[in-house]
């Protein structure tokens, strides 16, 4: 059976318009969620900031519309897990950049295996050139615009890094290339506040609700370079791979022995999927 719907159906193949807004011009958004025994956790959380997004950039959709997507792909996941990747455009249009008065979104909807051992594997992390733009009015939308983050991707790559670290304009820290970032400092995690350049992550909000739950203090705030240096550890955290630990920044490298409330974290989000989701959740690290 088909693990792809698209524009209201399952389909075997996805054909995109050639006219399509999002494939010409990066006009459109996306998110990726986690569905574990046919259940997308967080769902209502993933819903909602797919459904902002599109409101913020003027794509007119109903919630309704992205629920049908993930009703149809649910009961085709793998109970261990799998990966959806929604993306929504603007549709076709003439060409130009001024948007169709009257707009036909493209929504294209897939599924992929999920990896439990992307959870808590560790990765050196790099300084990025690029900064992400707090100024734009799509900073804190998970645009189709992801250029800057794949070319920094591959520029850390070169320099034997896993990741890239991004600041905005302002030298703040923002984010990392896939993942929302965290300072430890003994018990306590500080995360970049929710900003013109932070997106802001379903796992990130998590992470801030259940942390005093462990004894974590947590606090949103500008950082800094000297934040990440002076740091006890660094974390980052996506709704695919949970948790994944900074083992250095550049040449700052961080004792493992730190790692101990990123940890606790990962396991905090271990139950809370297996809570919602009704399932045993293998996590590898």
Do not use: Q
């Not at 997507?69 to 929604?86: C, H, K, S």
């Not at 900064?131 to 790559?157: F, M, W």
């Amino acid at each position: 059976m088909s693990a792809i719907f698209l524009d209201g159906r399952l389909v075997e193949r996805a054909a995109i318009d050639p006219a399509d807004r999002g494939f010409l011009l990066g006009d459109g958004l996306f998110d990726t969620a986690t569905l574990f025994g046919g259940r997308v956790w967080r769902r209502d959380d993933h819903l909602a900031r797919l459904a902002a997004g599109a409101e913020a950039i003027g794509i007119p959709i109903g919630r309704g519309e992205i629920e049908a997507a993930f009703d149809a792909l649910a009961p085709l996941a793998p109970a261990a897990g799998a990966v959806i990747r929604t993306t929504l455009t603007r549709g076709p249009g003439p060409r130009g950049l001024k948007p169709p008065a009257d707009p036909r979104p493209t929504l294209l909807a897939t599924l992929a295996p999920w990896n439990p051992d992307l959870a808590f594997r560790p990765v050196r992390a790099a300084l990025a050139e690029a900064r992400r733009n707090d100024r734009s009015p799509t900073g804190a939308v998970k645009t189709l615009g992801y250029l800057d983050a794949i070319l920094e991707t591959e520029r850390a790559a070169r320099r034997g890094f896993g990741e890239a670290i991004l600041l905005d304009t302002a030298e703040r820290v923002a984010s990392s290339t896939m993942a929302n970032l965290f300072v430890l400092k003994g018990r306590r995690l500080k995360t970049p506040r929710l900003a013109g350049a932070v997106l802001p992550g379903i796992v990130r909000a998590r992470v801030l609700a259940l942390a005093p739950l462990l004894g974590l203090g947590v606090e949103e705030a500008d950082l800094g370079i000297a934040d990440l240096a002076s740091a006890d550890g660094l974390f980052l955290t996506n709704s695919v791979r949970l948790v994944t630990p900074v083992e250095a920044f550049e040449d700052r490298r961080y004792d493992p022995a730190a790692f101990g409330p990123a940890r606790l974290v990962l396991e905090m989000l271990r139950a809370d999927i297996e809570a919602e989701c009704g399932v045993t959740l293998p996590l590898g690290g």
